[in-house]
C-alpha cells in the first residue's frame, strides 16, 4: 500500500522521529539519503523500519529484503524529509550505546583523540572521521559535547561513525584511566611548544577545546605536555577539526 496522506498516523508518527530530541527520547535515530542509509546497512546497523518513496521500493528489496517498507508517495516523502532534494530513502535504526569504557589495543600503540566541549556538529563529524582514517583507537567525547549522533554528525563522518568507538567519559575520567595506563597527554594549546620530530610518542592522547574557547585551564594544567601545531603563516589558530586532523596524521605515522 501506498500511503498518500500526510495526516496518515504512520507519516505522523515518523515526521516526530526526524527530530533529533524525539528520535533519542525513543532510542532510535532517523537515517535519509541513499548513502547514508546503504553505509549504515553495510556496517551491520540493524534497522527497525524502512521508509521509502513510491519510485524507491527497489532499493528496499534489494537492501532490506527482510523488512516490509512504509511506502510514501513523493510527495508526502518530501514533506517528512530533512533534505532539500530527497532521495527516497530513510531508516529508523536502533541507536547504539556510547561506551563508557576506553578500549585499549593489544600492542599497547592507542591513540586517542579527547574532545571537550565540542559544539559545532561539524567539526564534530570531521574529527571522527579523520579518526577513523588514520587508524585512532577511540574518540573520547565529554558530557558537554555535542550529540554524536546528531544528523549533522552523521552526516559529516561519512560512515565513519560506525567504525570507531566513541566513548563518553568526563575528564577526571579520562585522566584517571591515562595516568593509570601510563598514556601521553597532550593539550592542543596556542601557549604549547612547537611540535617537533621526535616529540611524539605512542601510547597517547591529544585533547582539542571548544572552538572559540579552547580547552578549559583545569584540563590543560592536567595535561602532561602542552603543544601547538607550527605555522608559517600569519594565522592566530586554527580551525579545531583541521588541528585535530593534523596532529592525528602525524601521530599514525608511529603505528
Known amino acids: 500500500m501506498i500511503i498518500t496522506s500526510r495526516d496518515n498516523p504512520n507519516v505522523k508518527r515518523i515526521a516526530k522521529l526526524t527530530k533529533r530530541d524525539n528520535a533519542r527520547s525513543e532510542g532510535v535515530i532517523y537515517l535519509e539519503g541513499t548513502r547514508l542509509c546503504e553505509e549504515a546497512l553495510a556496517s551491520g546497523q540493524t534497522p527497525v523500519e524502512v521508509i521509502v518513496s513510491e519510485d524507491r521500493l527497489n532499493w528496499a528489496k534489494e537492501f532490506t529484503p527482510g523488512i516490509e ?49 565540542t559544539q559545532d556538529p561539524g567539526n ?53 584511566f591515562f595516568d593509570k595506563e601510563n598514556i601521553d597527554t597532550l593539550a592542543m594549546h596556542l601557549k604549547g611548544k612547537e611540535l617537533g620530530a621526535g616529540d611524539l610518542k605512542l601510547p597517547c592522547a591529544y585533547f582539542i577545546g571548544n572552538e572559540g574557547d579552547g580547552l578549559t585551564d583545569e584540563t590543560t594544567k592536567k595535561c602532561k605536555r602542552l603543544v601547538k601545531i607550527p605555522m608559517k603563516g600569519k594565522a592566530e589558530s586554527l580551525n579545531a577539526a583541521v588541528a585535530s586532523s593534523l596532529i592525528g596524521f602525524e601521530l599514525s605515522k608511529l603505528l
Open 69 to 117: 517498507p512504509l511506502v510514501l508517495n513523493k510527495d508526502v516523502f518530501k514533506k517528512i524529509s530533512q533534505t532539500v532534494n530527497p532521495q527516497g530513502v530513510a531508516l529508523i535504526i536502533k541507536e547504539p550505546s556510547i561506551s563508557s569504557d576506553i578500549p585499549r589495543k593489544a600492542d599497547g600503540k592507542d591513540i586517542y583523540v579527547v574532545l571537550e566541549n
Open 124 to 176: 564534530l563529524g570531521t574529527m571522527i572521521r579523520t579518526a577513523d582514517a588514520f587508524g585512532l583507537t577511540a574518540v573520547i567525547v565529554s558530557p558537554t559535547t555535542c550529540d554524536p549522533y546528531n544528523d549533522k554528525v552523521i552526516r559529516a563522518t561519512m560512515g565513519s561513525i560506525w567504525h570507531i568507538p566513541v566513548v563518553r567519559k568526563t575528564m577526571d575520567e579520562c585522566f584517571e
